[in-house]
T-cell receptor
Framework: DGGITQSPKYLFRKEGQNVTLSCEQN?????MYWYRQDPGQGLRLIYY???????QKGDIAEGYSVSREKKESFPLTVTSAQKNPTAFYLC?????????????????FGPGTRLTVL | AQTVTQSQPEMSVQEAETVTLSCTYD???????LFWYKQPPSRQMILVIR??????QNATENRFSVNFQKAAKSFSLKISDSQLGDAAMYFC????????FGKGTRLHILP
Protein backbone atom coordinates (compact mmCIF):
# COMPACT_ATOMS: atom_id res chain seq x y z
CA ASP A 1 0.00 0.00 0.00
CA GLY A 2 1.27 3.45 -0.90
CA GLY A 3 1.30 6.07 1.77
CA ILE A 4 3.12 8.32 4.19
CA THR A 5 4.52 7.11 7.49
CA GLN A 6 5.62 9.21 10.42
CA SER A 7 7.43 7.95 13.44
CA PRO A 8 7.19 7.93 16.32
CA LYS A 9 3.52 8.65 17.04
CA TYR A 10 4.37 10.16 20.43
CA LEU A 11 7.69 11.73 21.32
CA PHE A 12 8.91 13.20 24.57
CA ARG A 13 11.91 15.43 24.81
CA LYS A 14 13.72 17.16 27.60
CA GLU A 15 14.12 20.89 27.30
CA GLY A 16 17.38 21.81 25.54
CA GLN A 17 17.59 18.62 23.46
CA ASN A 18 17.31 18.35 19.70
CA VAL A 19 14.92 15.73 18.33
CA THR A 20 14.29 14.40 14.82
CA LEU A 21 10.88 13.44 13.47
CA SER A 22 10.78 10.92 10.66
CA CYS A 23 8.66 11.15 7.50
CA GLU A 24 8.78 8.58 4.68
CA GLN A 25 6.59 8.28 1.59
CA ASN A 26 6.35 5.63 -1.12
CA UNK A 27 3.96 7.57 -3.36
CA UNK A 28 6.78 8.75 -5.65
CA UNK A 29 5.80 12.36 -4.95
CA UNK A 30 8.37 15.04 -5.64
CA UNK A 31 7.19 17.56 -3.04
CA MET A 32 7.08 17.10 0.73
CA TYR A 33 5.98 19.39 3.55
CA TRP A 34 6.09 19.79 7.32
CA TYR A 35 3.27 21.46 9.23
CA ARG A 36 2.79 22.31 12.85
CA GLN A 37 -0.71 22.20 14.34
CA ASP A 38 -1.67 23.93 17.57
CA PRO A 39 -5.20 24.18 19.00
CA GLY A 40 -7.20 26.87 17.21
CA GLN A 41 -4.35 27.67 14.82
CA GLY A 42 -4.99 25.35 11.90
CA LEU A 43 -1.92 24.17 9.97
CA ARG A 44 1.20 26.28 9.77
CA LEU A 45 3.90 25.49 7.24
CA ILE A 46 7.39 24.92 8.65
CA TYR A 47 9.45 23.77 5.65
CA TYR A 48 8.80 22.32 2.23
CA UNK A 49 10.85 20.62 -0.46
CA UNK A 50 9.89 20.39 -4.10
CA UNK A 51 12.85 18.27 -5.16
CA UNK A 52 15.69 16.26 -3.69
CA UNK A 53 18.53 18.31 -2.17
CA UNK A 54 16.42 21.48 -2.14
CA UNK A 55 14.06 22.92 0.47
CA GLN A 56 12.53 26.25 1.44
CA LYS A 57 11.42 27.87 4.66
CA GLY A 58 7.73 28.13 5.34
CA ASP A 59 5.96 30.56 7.64
CA ILE A 60 7.44 29.36 10.96
CA ALA A 61 10.88 27.88 10.17
CA GLU A 62 12.77 29.35 13.14
CA GLY A 63 14.10 26.65 15.45
CA TYR A 64 13.61 23.87 12.89
CA SER A 65 15.83 22.26 10.26
CA VAL A 66 15.24 19.70 7.50
CA SER A 67 17.12 17.64 4.94
CA ARG A 68 16.04 16.02 1.68
CA GLU A 69 18.74 13.55 0.67
CA LYS A 70 16.28 11.03 -0.79
CA LYS A 71 12.99 11.49 -2.60
CA GLU A 72 11.23 9.23 -0.08
CA SER A 73 12.43 10.90 3.10
CA PHE A 74 12.05 14.37 4.65
CA PRO A 75 13.10 14.36 8.32
CA LEU A 76 12.43 17.36 10.54
CA THR A 77 14.75 18.31 13.42
CA VAL A 78 13.29 20.38 16.23
CA THR A 79 16.24 22.17 17.77
CA SER A 80 16.71 23.59 21.23
CA ALA A 81 16.27 27.03 19.66
CA GLN A 82 12.55 26.38 19.12
CA LYS A 83 10.93 28.26 22.01
CA ASN A 84 7.67 26.33 22.24
CA PRO A 85 8.07 22.96 20.50
CA THR A 86 5.18 21.08 22.12
CA ALA A 87 2.72 20.54 19.26
CA PHE A 88 1.32 18.07 16.76
CA TYR A 89 3.48 17.74 13.62
CA LEU A 90 2.12 16.64 10.27
CA CYS A 91 4.12 15.60 7.23
CA UNK A 92 2.60 15.68 3.75
CA UNK A 93 3.56 14.97 0.18
CA UNK A 94 1.86 16.28 -2.90
CA UNK A 95 1.00 15.33 -6.41
CA UNK A 96 1.20 17.86 -9.18
CA UNK A 97 -2.28 18.12 -10.65
CA UNK A 98 -0.61 20.02 -13.47
CA UNK A 99 -3.52 21.60 -15.28
CA UNK A 100 -3.23 24.57 -17.62
CA UNK A 101 0.52 24.88 -17.11
CA UNK A 102 0.23 25.66 -13.45
CA UNK A 103 1.34 23.77 -10.39
CA UNK A 104 -1.60 22.72 -8.27
CA UNK A 105 -0.90 20.46 -5.43
CA UNK A 106 -3.17 18.03 -3.64
CA UNK A 107 -1.63 16.98 -0.39
CA UNK A 108 -1.54 13.56 1.21
CA PHE A 109 -0.84 13.47 4.92
CA GLY A 110 0.90 11.14 7.33
CA PRO A 111 -0.66 10.20 10.68
CA GLY A 112 1.33 12.83 12.61
CA THR A 113 3.70 12.94 15.58
CA ARG A 114 2.76 14.44 18.91
CA LEU A 115 5.86 16.07 20.44
CA THR A 116 5.85 16.97 24.11
CA VAL A 117 8.70 18.83 25.79
CA LEU A 118 9.06 17.95 29.46
CA ALA B 1 -1.82 37.34 -1.06
CA GLN B 2 -4.26 34.48 -1.06
CA THR B 3 -6.25 33.85 2.10
CA VAL B 4 -8.80 31.26 3.20
CA THR B 5 -11.42 32.09 5.82
CA GLN B 6 -13.65 29.69 7.71
CA SER B 7 -15.95 31.88 9.77
CA GLN B 8 -17.51 29.11 11.89
CA PRO B 9 -15.06 27.76 14.50
CA GLU B 10 -17.62 25.19 15.69
CA MET B 11 -20.92 23.77 14.49
CA SER B 12 -23.35 21.12 15.65
CA VAL B 13 -25.89 19.08 13.73
CA GLN B 14 -28.37 16.39 14.65
CA GLU B 15 -27.61 12.93 13.32
CA ALA B 16 -29.29 12.32 9.91
CA GLU B 17 -29.71 16.06 9.30
CA THR B 18 -27.88 18.22 6.76
CA VAL B 19 -25.20 20.75 7.62
CA THR B 20 -23.30 23.32 5.58
CA LEU B 21 -19.79 24.52 6.42
CA SER B 22 -18.72 27.87 5.01
CA CYS B 23 -15.46 28.87 3.36
CA THR B 24 -14.44 32.01 1.54
CA TYR B 25 -11.13 32.76 -0.12
CA ASP B 26 -9.37 35.63 -1.73
CA UNK B 27 -7.30 35.36 -4.90
CA UNK B 28 -6.61 37.22 -8.10
CA UNK B 29 -5.96 33.98 -10.00
CA UNK B 30 -8.48 32.42 -12.36
CA UNK B 31 -7.18 28.83 -12.27
CA UNK B 32 -6.87 27.00 -8.98
CA UNK B 33 -8.11 24.08 -6.93
CA LEU B 34 -10.18 24.06 -3.76
CA PHE B 35 -10.29 21.22 -1.24
CA TRP B 36 -12.07 20.15 1.89
CA TYR B 37 -10.05 18.00 4.29
CA LYS B 38 -11.42 16.15 7.31
CA GLN B 39 -9.41 15.57 10.49
CA PRO B 40 -11.18 13.11 12.83
CA PRO B 41 -10.09 12.53 16.45
CA SER B 42 -7.32 10.22 15.17
CA ARG B 43 -5.84 13.45 13.65
CA GLN B 44 -5.24 11.78 10.27
CA MET B 45 -6.01 14.35 7.56
CA ILE B 46 -8.29 12.91 4.88
CA LEU B 47 -9.26 14.52 1.60
CA VAL B 48 -13.05 14.80 1.40
CA ILE B 49 -13.62 16.56 -1.90
CA ARG B 50 -11.82 18.54 -4.61
CA UNK B 51 -13.11 21.27 -6.94
CA UNK B 52 -11.35 22.61 -10.03
CA UNK B 53 -12.03 26.31 -10.51
CA UNK B 54 -12.50 26.07 -14.25
CA UNK B 55 -15.34 23.56 -13.81
CA UNK B 56 -18.74 25.12 -13.21
CA GLN B 57 -20.29 21.87 -12.01
CA ASN B 58 -20.18 21.41 -8.25
CA ALA B 59 -18.20 18.39 -7.06
CA THR B 60 -20.01 15.58 -5.25
CA GLU B 61 -18.70 12.58 -3.30
CA ASN B 62 -21.51 10.44 -1.87
CA ARG B 63 -23.04 12.44 1.01
CA PHE B 64 -20.60 15.33 0.55
CA SER B 65 -21.14 18.09 -1.97
CA VAL B 66 -19.91 21.62 -2.48
CA ASN B 67 -21.50 24.89 -3.51
CA PHE B 68 -18.78 26.63 -5.50
CA GLN B 69 -19.51 30.28 -6.29
CA LYS B 70 -16.46 31.52 -8.18
CA ALA B 71 -17.52 35.15 -8.51
CA ALA B 72 -18.29 35.33 -4.81
CA LYS B 73 -15.14 33.33 -3.95
CA SER B 74 -17.18 31.00 -1.83
CA PHE B 75 -16.74 27.24 -1.39
CA SER B 76 -19.14 25.69 1.11
CA LEU B 77 -19.34 22.00 2.04
CA LYS B 78 -22.70 20.31 2.50
CA ILE B 79 -22.92 17.07 4.43
CA SER B 80 -26.20 15.22 3.97
CA ASP B 81 -27.58 12.55 6.30
CA SER B 82 -24.96 13.37 8.95
CA GLN B 83 -23.44 10.38 10.71
CA LEU B 84 -21.58 10.08 14.01
CA GLY B 85 -18.41 9.32 12.05
CA ASP B 86 -18.59 12.74 10.43
CA ALA B 87 -17.59 14.39 13.70
CA ALA B 88 -14.25 15.99 12.97
CA MET B 89 -12.35 19.17 12.24
CA TYR B 90 -12.90 20.27 8.63
CA PHE B 91 -10.35 22.37 6.78
CA CYS B 92 -10.96 24.30 3.60
CA UNK B 93 -7.88 24.75 1.37
CA UNK B 94 -6.94 26.72 -1.74
CA UNK B 95 -4.19 25.67 -4.14
CA UNK B 96 -2.53 27.50 -6.97
CA UNK B 97 1.25 27.48 -6.76
CA UNK B 98 1.04 26.55 -3.07
CA UNK B 99 -1.67 25.32 -0.78
CA UNK B 100 -3.26 27.51 1.89
CA PHE B 101 -5.47 26.14 4.66
CA GLY B 102 -8.24 27.82 6.63
CA LYS B 103 -8.23 27.57 10.41
CA GLY B 104 -10.88 24.87 10.47
CA THR B 105 -14.43 24.24 11.64
CA ARG B 106 -15.06 21.67 14.37
CA LEU B 107 -18.23 19.71 13.59
CA HIS B 108 -20.15 17.95 16.37
CA ILE B 109 -22.80 15.33 15.54
CA LEU B 110 -25.60 15.10 18.10
CA PRO B 111 -27.16 11.63 18.49
Amino acid sequence: DGGITQSPKYLFRKEGQNVTLSCEQNLNHDAMYWYRQDPGQGLRLIYYSQIVNDFQKGDIAEGYSVSREKKESFPLTVTSAQKNPTAFYLCASSIDLGLAGGYYNEQFFGPGTRLTVL
Amino acid sequence: AQTVTQSQPEMSVQEAETVTLSCTYDTSESDYYLFWYKQPPSRQMILVIRQEAYKQQNATENRFSVNFQKAAKSFSLKISDSQLGDAAMYFCAYSNDKIIFGKGTRLHILP
